[in-house]
């Protein structure tokens, strides 16, 4: 169906989620990420020196440079041979009958890797999509909250996972060519980097920086309501207020279930959780900038999704048996 690991690969991951750990602090602890580090990393992916991150461009090869670096740092593991997976652009185009040849273009997703403590090999996935839109009309779309936030965010709980190992398997993946079509997403999850029936669910983080919308919202859980009760107990104690919603169960709202990566997770059947704020005056706009970011609301909102991913990782074989039974 999907492109395997070999057998040796396998036991190479399985021998690695026997890892120990030591116990992990509550995310409200200081040290479980650095603030300044998820700052520095929007304000780098977001200048106006990157153009915008459009896919296959020298642009995106810098963004890709500064994700990677911070992976290494951080200790992540590679997985298939690096930590760029590249892809056909063209695979996933909607070309009209009788169009010309394809563009000989590529996108490049960035995976990296952390063994869990137990002996299976149920996998939770963490993403993020680092492009942006590019130039339009000279104009450089830089994409603070969209999405170079959503990276920076990945890249915290995944800062926090290296020191205080996970219970589970846990790839981080910083998606390329998602504006326009979700295409590293799709790619992904055509071709995985592991065994496709290890993957149990999706993290997505996308647009977390911005507060006048009135908090961050969990969409996912009218789809897999074994995530609901999770979204429910991290609620009351969050830092920044969480919301259950967008995602089809209420008529009076629209549905993000097909407006980021996590669409692609979906279209399989495994459970996702998506966190973002709602749209503001300069989503997709020229004025997505670093400057109108608001850090306390950003760093809140941050420390709540690392609450996420910790109640993810913890229940995570209880959502592997509610994928399998439904």
Not at 9 to 37: N, T, Y
Not at 46 to 54: C, E, H, P, Y
Not at 218 to 234: D, N, R
Request: glycine share 10%.
């Amino acid at each position: 169906m999907k492109q395997v690991l070999g057998a040796a690969f396998g036991l190479v991951l399985a021998g690695l989620a026997l890892a120990g750990c030591a116990s992990a602090p509550a995310p409200s602890d200081p040290e479980s990420f650095s603030r300044q580090a998820v700052l520095d990393m929007t304000r780098e992916l977001s200048r106006d020196s990157l153009f915008g991150r459009a896919p296959d461009t020298d642009s995106s090869r810098r963004a890709q440079e500064l994700i990677v670096s911070r992976m290494r740092a951080i200790g992540l593991e590679t997985v298939g041979g690096g930590y760029r997976h590249i892809f056909d652009l063209s695979d996933f185009a909607n070309r009209p009958e009788g169009a010309g040849p394809a563009e000989d273009k590529t996108g490049t997703n960035l995976v990296g890797y952390l063994p869990g403590r137990s002996d299976d090999m149920a996998t939770l996935v963490i993403t993020a999509h680092y492009d942006h839109v590019g130039v339009r009309e000279g104009q450089i779309y830089n994409g603070a909250d969209d999405n170079a936030s959503g990276v920076a965010t990945m890249l915290a709980v995944a800062e926090y996972f290296a020191a205080h190992p996970p219970r589970h398997n846990i790839l981080f993946v910083a998606f390329d060519a998602e504006e326009g079509g979700f295409k590293g997403s799709l790619a992904f999850v055509k071709r995985p980097p592991i065994p496709d029936h290890w993957i149990v669910a999706n993290l997505n983080f996308d647009m977390m920086s911005r507060g006048e919308t009135g908090g961050l919202w969990a969409s996912g859980t009218h789809h897999w309501p074994v995530l609901a009760p999770l979204i429910e107990k991290i609620a009351p104690d969050a830092p920044i207020g969480l919301h259950m919603g967008y995602d089809g169960g209420d008529p009076d709202q629209d549905d993000w279930t097909n407006q980021s990566d996590h669409y692609a997770f979906f279209r399989e059947g495994i459970p996702h959780l998506y966190l973002g704020v709602e749209d503001h005056p300069d989503y997709h706009k020229p004025t997505d900038d670093f400057a109108n970011i608001q850090p306390d609301v950003f760093l809140a909102a941050v420390e709540t999704a690392l609450m996420v991913a910790i109640a993810m990782d913890r229940e995570l074989e209880e959502i592997a048996e509610y994928r399998a039974v439904d």
